[in-house]
Structures are given as structure tokens and as C-alpha cells.
């Protein structure tokens, strides 16, 4: 809030307390309306503040891994209102993008890692990796979406299927894997 914003509201509590009641000078007064009026003004506040504490969390799980403008709006109100006010919002477990899921590479000669994104739209699961992309799509699109996927799981007529694109010269998966065979019903019973 301005500060033009807060003296309105400071003058709005003033004209409300009748200062000849308690013989106050205009000085005293002003000073009362003033103080009353950021009295006011902070106790608004800080009940906004709750309400944005408590609903925040929604917005973003709501606003997470859609492929709408709603995850960019979401996180620019964040930054707004973190800037602006310092509130600052927690990591969610719930959000890929706050745990930050990284592949260290196994061996112990190399130094590698991969950053790693999971995303949901339409029933499909959606894997990315940063530095890699598909045929179809533009390498400035933000990682992190869906849109830059490798690797995708869909159900597709009853059947778990891992779809890969592992060229990205080619527009169509090159491997369609059918999961089914690891089903936990297939596991054969050993003799013992």
C-alpha cells in the first residue's frame, strides 16, 4: 500500500473520533487519527498476509504442471508479493519443481548430472531432462513443463506403456515399451 493509500485510510479511521470529546490539540489529534489509522492499516495487513499464507499452497499445486499460462502467473504473484511484502512461500513436496530432482551419475570417474522434471497432463507422465528435447520442439521452451519430455508413461488399451524418444531427429518414439510383463499378478511362484 502507498503511502497516499494508507494516509486516506489513516484520515477515513480520523473523521470517525470527535477529539473535542477528550479536548485534544490538532496536533494530538492528527497524531491519534494517524497512529488509529496505521493501527488499522497493519491489522488488514497482516490478516491478508494470513489469508495469502494460507491459500498460496493451493494455488500452486493447482497451477503446477498445467501447460496454461496459470504456473507462470502463480509464480510471478510469488515473486511480487515476496519483493514487495517478504513473505516468503515454502517449498512444496507435492511440486517437482521445489524438491529439484537431480541423476548423479553412478559411476565414480564421472561427474555428471542431469537435472530431472516429472509432470502429469491428461493422463500421461511426462519425464525431461535439462540439455535434451524432442524433434518437435523449440530448445528455448522452458524445461521443466512437459514439453521437452524423452520419456512418457500412458496407459493405452489396458496396457502400462513407457514411450522414449531417443532421437531427436525423429519426430515419433523410437521405443514403445510395454510394461505389463513386470505387473506384480505375472511374478511367477518359485518352487522352494
Known amino acids: 500500500m502507498s503511502k497516499d493509500e494508507a494516509q486516506r485510510e489513516a484520515f477515513e479511521w480520523s473523521v470517525d473520533y470527535k477529539p473535542w470529546e ?3 490539540s490538532p496536533q494530538e489529534y492528527a497524531r491519534y487519527g494517524f497512529e488509529k489509522g496505521y493501527e ?8 491478508l498476509e494470513q489469508a495469502y499464507q494460507d491459500t498460496i499452497w493451493m494455488a500452486r499445486r493447482y497451477a503446477a504442471g498445467r501447460h496454461t499460462h496459470a504456473p507462470s502467473t502463480v509464480d510471478q504473484h510469488i515473486k511480487n508479493v515476496e519483493k514487495v511484502c517478504g513473505i516468503k512461500v515454502e517449498p512444496d513436496s507435492t511440486i ?3 524438491i529439484g530432482i537431480t541423476l548423479v551419475d553412478q559411476h565414480p570417474e564421472y561427474n555428471t548430472r542431469r537435472k530431472v522434471a516429472v509432470t502429469e497432463s491428461n493422463s500421461f507422465v511426462f519425464v525431461e531432462f535439462q540439455g535434451y528435447n524432442t524433434c518437435g520442439t523449440c530448445d528455448s521452451v522452458e524445461f521443466g513443463k512437459g514439453d521437452r519430455s524423452i520419456v512418457g508413461f500412458e496407459v493405452w488399451e489396458g496396457e502400462l506403456r513407457c514411450l522414449v524418444w531417443a532421437d531427436i531427429n525423429q519426430e515419433d518414439p ?6 505389463d510383463g513386470a505387473a506384480v499378478g505375472r511374478r511367477k511362484e518359485e518352487d522352494l
Not at 40 to 47: G, Q, W
Open 96 to 98: 517437482v519443481e521445489d
Open 40 to 47: 488499522r492499516l497493519e491489522h488488514k495487513l497482516k490478516a
Open 174 to 179: 523410437t521405443h514403445t515399451i510395454n510394461l
Open 22 to 24: 477528550e479536548d485534544l
